[in-house]
């Protein structure tokens, strides 16, 4: 049996010439054809199984509940080239801070009871 190229022809989908293919029984060739379409089947079966593995809710219509948590969320970049901040020599702005407050010591109470209580 002589072996084609790889690239002979890609009309012929098998790795032998055709004249190998017309001494093979008519058996053989219909088991040979069932494989094919078996095959072409799976494939096609991989690449819609590996489509799906890659869809998460910003490549899809669904929610982002149904994201994996174990992935890291994408990072996004930035469109533009500036630094965050504001610009070298704006004066900013700052909350101001408030005058300290003074704690109380709360002490226990007798009540008429007997039983000692915290004042509110």
Do not use: I
Request: proline fraction near 14%; hydrophobic fraction near 30%.
């Amino acid at each position: 049996m002589e072996l084609l190229p790889e690239s002979a022809n890609p009309d012929w989908p098998f790795p032998f010439v055709p004249q190998d293919w017309e001494h093979t029984p008519a058996a053989v060739q219909a088991y040979v054809h069932t494989l094919q379409d078996a095959l072409t089947q799976l494939r096609e079966r991989a690449e819609a199984l590996e489509a799906r593995l890659t869809q998460n809710s910003t490549t899809s219509h669904r929610l982002p509940s149904s994201d994996s948590p174990y992935k890291k969320p994408r990072q996004r970049t930035t469109a533009t080239p500036r630094k965050a901040g504001g610009k070298p020599g704006h004066p900013g702005h700052h909350q101001a801070l408030l005058p300290p407050t003074t704690v109380h010591e709360l002490r226990p109470e007798r009540c008429p009871c007997g039983a000692t209580r915290r004042l509110p």
